[in-house]
C-alpha cells in the first residue's frame, strides 16, 4: 500500500518567489496536516485540513495558506518566500489517532 | 501550554537497551506517539500510546507512561546500528484540532 506521497521532493526558490507543495494522503484517511521542520529542530505544525475544511492552524503567517481537495489530497502555498522558510515541510495523513508522515520536501531559499 | 523536552544525545552498544525519555507539560494530552527519523528522511511512527495506559509493548520496543509525572520513556532492547537515528516524542491533546506537538529529539548513536 501506498504511504503518504509528497511532491516535489527537493527544490530552490529564490526570496519573494512562490512555492507549491503537494501531498497524497493514504487511501482512506481524509485528514490531512503540514508541518515544517527546521534544521536541528522538532516539527511545527502549520495546517489541518479534513474533508477539504481547515480545522487547525499554527503560528504561521498569512503567507502560507493550503487547501484540500475532494480527493484528499492538499497543497500547501508559501507566498513572498524569506531566507527562513529554508526547511523540510512535512505532510501528515491521519485516521483517527494513527498518524503518518510522508518523506517531506526539502525547500531552500536563497 | 504545551512543552515536550527531550535529551539531546543518547549512545549506546550494539546488543545493549536503550531508553529514551520525554517529558511533557500537558495534563490534557491524549495520545503520545514516538517517531524515528534518518538522515535527510520523513518522519517513521514507531508506536503510539493512549494517555489512560501505561505500557505498551510492540516486538523490540516498549513505551512506559507514568502520567503523574507526565514522563515518557522509548526502550529499544538489543539495540542495532540501524536503530541509529533521531526519536522524536511528541504528543496530541483533547478537544479541538488534530495537533502534533514535537519534542527537539534524541540523536541515538549505536556504536558496534
Known amino acids: 500500500d501506498a504511504g503518504v506521497t509528497q511532491s516535489p521532493t527537493h527544490l530552490i526558490k529564490t526570496r519573494g518567489q512562490q512555492v507549491t507543495l503537494r501531498c497524497s494522503p493514504i487511501?482512506?484517511?481524509?485528514?490531512v496536516s503540514w508541518y515544517q521542520q527546521v534544521l536541528g529542530q522538532g516539527p511545527q505544525f502549520i495546517f489541518q485540513y479534513y474533508e477539504k475544511e481547515e480545522r487547525g492552524r499554527g503560528n504561521f503567517p498569512d503567507r502560507f495558506s493550503a487547501r484540500q481537495f475532494p480527493n484528499y489530497s492538499s497543497e500547501l502555498n508559501v507566498n513572498a518566500l524569506l531566507l527562513g522558510d529554508s526547511a523540510l515541510y512535512l505532510c501528515?495523513?491521519?485516521?483517527?489517532?494513527?498518524?503518518?508522515f510522508g518523506e517531506g520536501s526539502w525547500l531552500t531559499v536563497v | 501550554g504545551e512543552d515536550v523536552e527531550q535529551s539531546l544525545f543518547l549512545s549506546v552498544r550494539e546488543g545493549d537497551s536503550s531508553v529514551i525519555n520525554c517529558t511533557y507539560t500537558d495534563s490534557s494530552s491524549t495520545y503520545l506517539y514516538w517517531y524515528k527519523q534518518e538522515p535527510g528522511a520523513g518522519l517513521q511512527l514507531l508506536t503510539y500510546?493512549?494517555?489512560?495506559?501505561d505500557m505498551k509493548q510492540d516486538q523490540r520496543l516498549t513505551v512506559l507512561l507514568n502520567k503523574k509525572d507526565k514522563h515518557l520513556s522509548l526502550r529499544i532492547a538489543d539495540t542495532q546500528t540501524g536503530d541509529s537515528a533521531i526519536y522524536f516524542c511528541?504528543?496530541?491533546?483533547?478537544?479541538?484540532?488534530?495537533?502534533?506537538?514535537f519534542g527537539t529529539g534524541t540523536k541515538l548513536q549505536v556504536i558496534p
Open positions: 511528541a504528543e496530541t491533546l483533547s478537544g479541538g484540532y488534530q495537533k502534533v506537538t
Open positions: 500510546i493512549f494517555s489512560n495506559m
Open positions: 487511501s482512506g484517511h481524509k485528514s
Open positions: 501528515a495523513s491521519s485516521f483517527q489517532n494513527t498518524i503518518y
